[in-house]
């Protein structure tokens, strides 16, 4: 099965109206190849002028929403919020949300799963820390925040997940990891889809790559089999995200 390509650009708390109105005409002007899926998330407070402006060919995403549809949760935004907004996607579980909100895999699966009940899919972030990887437990690291997720899930609703990898040591360093170091991973993550889920999700799930892309490395790292696009960063803010998002073509 070939996996459509995958680029979203994760925007982080970045971004004015001036700043976002000329990365929109840019993309509005960008030929997108057929065969990539795109999406922009930035921050909440501009998605739905990030909507309304920019073109259906690309799609948006939340940053982060919440397991509930209204009540006592100041901050926080609903999926509701975002189907009414024609948002169609949240990231869950970014490693800066783990790290700087105590974000645990139950409550990112717990978000993902009640995302997907109400119509917005998922990109689930997972990845380890640079300690983590020097005592060599980067599998170890991935399959326990891929667990909770397996099972809040049934098999269907993975039809609207995708996976984005994120070696935290590599997010906004200018560290990328090489593509050797990535499609391990990757390779690690389809194969822990295909035991602990099933083969059809793991050969259909997207599985892309997040850690300082850029328009010099995408094309290395689009060529490897498993990394089935990007959830890129800062180059995501600049015109070269349309070189990125071309890199599969
Ligand atoms: C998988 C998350 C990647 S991300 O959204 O943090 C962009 C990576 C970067 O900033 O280098």
Redesign the pocket.
């Known amino acids: 099965m070939s996996r459509q390509f995958f680029v979203?650009g994760?925007w982080?708390m970045n971004g004015t109206t001036a700043s976002n109105e000329a990365l929109i005409e840019t993309l509005n002007g960008a030929e997108i190849p057929e065969d990539v899926d795109v999406v922009v998330a930035p921050p909440a407070i501009y998605l739905e002028s990030v909507r309304k402006a920019l073109s259906p060919r690309i799609a948006v995403s939340a940053q982060n929403c919440y397991h509930a549809q209204s009540g006592a949760f100041t901050g926080e935004l609903a999926p509701a919020m975002l189907a009414d907004l024609g948002i169609t996607w949240t990231?869950q579980g970014?490693?800066?949300r783990r790290e700087y909100f105590h974000e645990s895999s139950e409550f990112v699966a717990k978000k993902t799963k009640f995302a997907i009940e109400h119509g917005i899919k998922v990109i689930a972030?997972i990845?380890e820390k640079l300690a983590e990887r020097e005592d060599g437990t980067t599998f170890d690291v991935c399959a326990a925040q891929l667990a909770p997720i397996a099972e809040a899930l049934s098999a269907e609703q993975w039809a609207d997940v995708v996976i984005?990898?994120?070696p935290v040591w590599?997010?906004?360093?200018g560290k990328v990891a090489t593509p050797d170091q990535a499609q391990e991973v990757h390779a690690y993550i389809r194969a822990w889809l295909a035991e602990n889920v099933s083969a059809e999700v793991a050969e259909a799930t997207r599985i892309?790559?997040?850690?300082?892309?850029n328009g010099k490395n995408c094309n290395e790292l689009a060529g490897q089999p498993d990394i089935d696009g990007f959830?890129?960063?800062?180059a995501s803010l600049k015109p070269e995200f349309v070189n990125i998002i071309a890199a599969r073509a």
């Open positions: 979203g994760n982080k990231l970014h490693s800066e972030c990845g984005a990898y994120e590599a997010i906004g360093t892309i790559y997040g850690g300082s892309v959830l890129v960063g800062g």
